[in-house]
Each structure stands twice: as C-alpha cells, then as structure tokens.
C-alpha cells in the first residue's frame, strides 16, 4: 500500500460540542503549564492545586514530567525493561534526555494535553519544558485548536536555581557539577542547558518566598476570574 498523506486524513468533528462539556461539568476544559528549573516546586503546586480543585467539585488532572516518562516517553532502557519491547522499537520511540528528545517530550505531551483539556478537564501539567519556542508551540497548538481555541495558561514557577539546588530532591544538581568538573556534558537543565524563561506567563509564582498554599490560591483565584471554575 502506498503512503497515506495528510490530504488523505480528515478530521472527524462529533456532535457533542463544548458548551455541553461545560454544562455537565461546570468547568471550561483548559491546560495549566507549570515550567520552571528542577527542583523548582512545579510538581508540588500542581497537586496542591489538583487536590484544591477536586475539593470543589472540579474535574482535574496533573501530568507530571517523571511520570510520563513511564510511558508515553519512557526511555529506550525503560521500554524494554518494562513494557517487553525489543532493542530497536525501543530505540525508535523511546526518549532520552538530548535536546531533540527533550523537543519531542513536550510536542508529545503538548497534544494529550490538548485533548484533555478538549474533553473538559483542567490539565495541570508539571515539566521543566526548558526551551521557550517548544512551550509556545504547545500554546499554538491550544489557540488555534480546531473550531475553538482552548485556554491555556503558562505558570512560571521562577524559583532561583540556588534554592533548587539547596533543595535537589533527586540529587541531579550535584551529579550535573560533579559532570561538568570532570568534564563531561551532562546537558542538566540550568548548569550546562540552558532554560529559557517565559516572556509573558499568565502567572508567576516563587516557591522560596511564598508557601505552596499560597501558590494554590493563587492559580485557583486566576481560574475563577477568568470564568474558568466557579
């Protein structure tokens, strides 16, 4: 069979359409972005804020970074170890850590969230999405979805690289410096890859000034001014 092109492929529209998503849920289906370095406290207000909206009868769901990495984008060595693959279908769509896996991991991720948040549900997403023209590639995909353009909201958690690297859940930080002296690239966001901050987030948030409940509200208050929840 020959290749099938795009000409060939044909969206399929249903008939349930989102003023009925919105009705039955009592929501606006929308992404939340949580970007920052690691260690930044992204993955840490996005569920304090998950919790706080299921609290009020709201329909959310967090995608975090290391979680993905499970599955959609596990890792060759993942893939096989765990999911049964054979070497070279793991290698062929498994992701690593290089600057193009890192593209895909956030083009991948960019279009669940994009159904998600089609379907209803606040998507609160945790990833350090570290290049700024992927992340504004996901905003594309949102405000120029098909037929109506879905919110999407860009939450800088801009937490300076010292307190993360005090913090260091994963110990990531010091095996990246430990890298660079020996003079090995490890490509860690923030000591040898660059992060490339948002120019105009919706909101900006500091985990070493502020607490993650203060975080919460703040996201939470958003949504409810913009008419997203009540």
Same mark, same amino acid.
């Given at each position: 069979?020959?290749?099938?092109?795009?000409?060939?492929?044909?969206?399929?529209?249903?008939?349930?359409? #989102?003023?009925?998503?919105?009705?039955?849920?009592?929501?606006?289906?929308?992404?939340?972005?949580? $970007?920052?370095?690691?260690?930044?406290?992204?993955?840490?207000?996005?569920?304090?804020?998950?919790?706080?909206?299921?609290?009020?009868?709201?329909?959310?769901?967090?995608?975090?970074?290391?979680?993905?990495?499970?599955?959609?984008?596990?890792?060759?060595?993942?893939?096989?170890?765990?999911?049964?693959?054979?070497?070279?279908?793991?290698?062929?769509?498994?992701?690593?850590?290089?600057?193009? /896996?890192?593209?895909?991991?956030?083009?991948?991720?960019?279009?669940?969230?994009?159904?998600?948040? /089609?379907?209803?549900?606040?998507?609160?997403?945790?990833?350090?999405?570290?290049?700024?023209?992927?992340?504004?590639?996901?905003?594309?995909?949102?405000?120029?979805?098909?037929?109506?353009?879905? #919110?999407?909201?860009?939450?800088?958690?801009? $937490?300076?690289?010292?307190?993360?690297?005090?913090? /260091?859940?994963?110990?990531?930080?010091?095996?990246?410096?430990?890298?660079?002296?020996?003079?090995?690239?490890?490509?860690? $966001?923030?000591?040898? /890859?660059?992060?490339?901050? #948002?120019?105009? #987030?919706?909101? $900006?948030?500091?985990?070493?000034?502020?607490?993650?409940?203060?975080?919460?509200?703040?996201?939470?208050?958003?949504?409810?001014?913009?008419?997203?929840?009540?």
């Amino acid at each position: 069979m020959s290749e099938i092109t795009a000409a060939q492929i044909y969206h399929h529209a249903g008939h349930v359409t #989102p003023a009925d998503r919105r009705a039955l849920l009592k929501q606006t289906g929308a992404t939340l972005w949580f $970007t920052g370095l690691s260690g930044s406290g992204k993955s840490t207000l996005a569920v304090a804020l998950e919790q706080a909206l299921i609290a009020r009868g709201h329909a959310a769901y967090v995608l975090d970074g290391d979680n993905v990495r499970f599955g959609l984008n596990a890792s060759p060595k993942i893939l096989m170890e765990t999911r049964g693959y054979a070497e070279e279908p793991a290698k062929r769509f498994g992701l690593g850590f290089s600057a193009a /896996d890192r593209v895909e991991n956030i083009r991948r991720i960019g279009e669940v969230t994009r159904l998600f948040a /089609d379907a209803g549900l606040l998507t609160l997403t945790s990833f350090v999405s570290p290049y700024r023209k992927d992340r504004d590639a996901v905003r594309a995909l949102h405000t120029q979805n098909k037929g109506y353009a879905i #919110p999407f909201i860009e939450v800088y958690v801009n $937490t300076p690289i010292e307190c993360c690297e005090q913090r /260091d859940p994963k110990g990531l930080y010091k095996q990246a410096r430990e890298a660079v002296v020996a003079g090995k690239a490890m490509g860690f $966001t923030g000591v040898d /890859d660059p992060y490339e901050p #948002p120019l105009a #987030p919706e909101l $900006t948030f500091d985990a070493s000034k502020h607490p993650v409940e203060e975080g919460a509200a703040l996201v939470l208050n958003y949504l409810i001014a913009k008419g997203l929840v009540g």
